[in-house]
């Protein structure tokens, strides 16, 4: 069955660097683009950014434009975000979700928090 | 950016009654190469990523219950809860996925009255 696994999340000054990757299995991780969404705690969702199958085209919210970088690595069937200048509205939960037809977010992980805190 | 708004932000809805969500875009989400509607339907419990529920507007995901239905076109959606049930208590979210950028509408909170 399809399963995502989010982790590096957890406690980072505002200014600071967090890597967060997500383990996929069940599928055939390079046939799908893929998704980081987040919500911050008591929010509503808010997509982040996209990463096509071959990693050709990324896209990304102007809230995190500049700061944050999607990737992946098909051969291990992870994904990834390298989040830098991090500041305290980035606090929020982040989930990968899988991309079916490279429009429908069909699948998503448990999330991993990330909390921007002096 | 396409803007999606949701109304109402919240409702609470007797069990066995229906439930209606409404979901305006700033744009049209109909994709003409296609001819179909670019949005989808979301269901997020308390501590639980979001499941989905409906896409195409109105095609209800594999597993999802009949009574879930989606409906509209082009600007205007609707999800219909036909035969509100105890685990339908949840927050509802449309989402567009016509601009490259997803959108998401700001949530629909279900409850029972």
């Known amino acids: 069955q399809v399963q995502l696994v989010e982790s590096g999340g957890g406690l980072v000054k505002p200014g600071g660097s967090l890597r967060l990757s997500c383990a996929a299995s069940?599928?055939?991780?390079?046939?799908?683009?893929m998704s980081w969404v987040r919500q911050a705690p008591g929010k509503g969702l808010e997509w982040i950014s996209y990463i096509s199958s071959g990693d050709e085209t990324t896209s990304y919210a102007d809230s995190v434009q500049g700061r944050f970088t999607i990737s992946r690595d098909n051969a291990k069937n992870s994904l990834y975000l390298q989040m830098n200048s991090l500041r305290a509205e980035d606090t929020a939960v982040y989930y990968c979700?899988?991309?079916?037809?490279?429009?429908?977010?069909?699948?998503w992980g448990q999330g991993t928090l990330v909390t921007v805190s002096s | 950016d396409i803007v999606m708004t949701q109304s109402p932000d919240s409702l609470a809805v007797s069990l066995g009654e229906r439930a209606t969500i409404n979901c305006k875009s700033s744009q049209s989400v109909l994709y003409s190469s296609n001819n179909k509607n670019h949005l989808a339907w979301y269901q997020q419990k308390p501590g639980q990523p979001p499941k989905l529920l409906i896409y195409?507007?109105?095609t209800r995901e594999s597993g999802v219950p009949d009574r879930f239905s989606g409906s509209g076109s082009g600007t205007d959606f609707t999800l219909t809860i036909s035969s509100l049930q105890a685990e339908d208590v949840a927050v509802y979210y449309c989402q567009q996925y016509y601009g490259t950028r997803r959108t998401f509408g700001q949530g629909t909170k279900v409850e029972i009255k």
């Open positions: 979700a899988r991309y079916r037809l490279a429009a429908i977010m069909d699948y």
């Open positions: 069940g599928f055939t991780f390079s046939d799908y683009y």
């Open positions: 195409w507007a109105s």
